[in-house]
């Protein structure tokens, strides 16, 4: 975000604030258009409901962004992966952000399962509506 930033130097402060919060509701979006995309052909279910914004497909991208600030801040202030890794600390930051992030995903996925499940055994003949 500093690039974007630095490209707006001249403009005020209040104005480069505004530019990084309309680019953060800008990832956030596609976080939540491609978690819905993922979470609704993903799992490959018997039958197809046309829901598309679920719990879990928001839930996905909202953790994923706080988790990858928080993981941001705790790589660059609290750990020392090139003491530990050398030349291949950034392929084991990198690594394990992707393990995190796959894990959020899978997060939004169980959320959703569940809440189908809660669905199916709170309906009056046992069955959801499908």
Request: aromatic share 16%; hydrophobic share 50%.
């Amino acid at each position: 975000m500093s690039t974007l930033s630095a490209s707006f130097s001249g403009a005020p402060p209040f104005f480069a604030v505004q530019i990084t919060i309309v680019s953060y509701l800008l990832v956030g979006a596609v976080g939540i258009a491609r978690a819905a995309v993922i979470l609704r052909f993903g799992p490959n279910p018997a039958y197809v409901k046309s829901r598309w914004l679920t719990l879990g497909s928001i839930f996905a991208p909202c953790s994923w962004m706080f988790l990858t600030f928080g993981f941001g801040l705790y790589v660059a202030d609290f750990s020392n992966y090139d003491a530990t890794y050398g030349s291949l600390g950034a392929a084991m930051v990198l690594l394990t952000w992707l393990y995190f992030s796959a894990y959020v995903l899978l997060l939004g996925a169980e959320l959703n399962c569940e809440l189908e499940r809660q669905t199916s055994s709170d309906t009056p003949l046992g069955e959801s509506s499908r």
